[in-house]
């Protein structure tokens, strides 16, 4: 897969954009949260058909809500590749695969995930 810096960037503004909107919407307590989930865009997945990825520890909400060493990696050459140059797809896949991610930050399994719509 050909590494385009500028798709790099502009999926990551694309994530930018939808966190600051999340955050714009969400209550006080799920601001905050939103706040300390660290977001990064990576072009390469290691496992090649995926779209992102949530490694570390869920939030335990009933824990002070703090987050350890936890990372959401939102993989960009992918997502990309399946969209086919459709820019409204490559923004709804990001959208549903970072809502996916922050579900699993969230502590949600595929199941809970689903009935969301974010699977
Ligand atoms: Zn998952």
Redesign the pocket.
Known sequence: MEHHEGMQTHVERLVEVMLQDLRAKASPEFAEILETIPVRVLWESPEHDRY???FGVPLDMGNGGEAVASDIIIYAGPLLAHSNGDDQELHRMTHKTLM??I??YLGL??AE?EKRGW?
Do not use: C
Request: no cysteine; glycine share 18%.
């Open positions: 992102g990825d949530f996916h991610e579900g699993h399994d595929h995930l699977n």
